[in-house]
C-alpha cells in the first residue's frame, strides 16, 4: 500500500478524522449514560464518511488505476519476481508441472 499512496488524500484524511471525532463523542456519551449524545456520535462517524465521499468525487480523492497501468504493473511484478528466483528454484519450477503430468 505504501507503493501506492493508498489513503494519503485529503479526502481520506479529512473523512477518517470527522469519523473519529464522532467515535469519540458516541465513547464519552456511552460512558456518561447519555443515549442522545451516543447517536449523535454515530451521525457525526456516518457524516465523516459522507464528507470523505464527497470530496473524492470533487476530485480531492486518488484517481482509480487505469486497466493498461494495471496490467503493466502485474508484468513488472512478473517479470521482478523472475529475476529473483534462485536457479535452484528454476530448476524444481521447471521440473513440477512434468511431475503433474505423470500421475
Known sequence: MAGSS?????AAWTG?????IGFCI???FMVAANQLGFWAG?????LG????LGMKAAGLGMPKE???LAQARAQVGQSQSAEARTPA?????EKAPAAAQTV
Do not use: A
Open 6 to 10: 493508498h489513503g494519503h488524500t485529503p
Open 16 to 20: 477518517v478524522t470527522i469519523s473519529f
Open 26 to 28: 458516541s465513547g464519552v
Open 42 to 46: 454515530l451521525v457525526v462517524v456516518l
Open 49 to 52: 464518511g459522507v464528507v470523505g
Open 66 to 68: 487505469s486497466t493498461e
Open 89 to 93: 528454484e528454476t530448476q524444481t519450477q
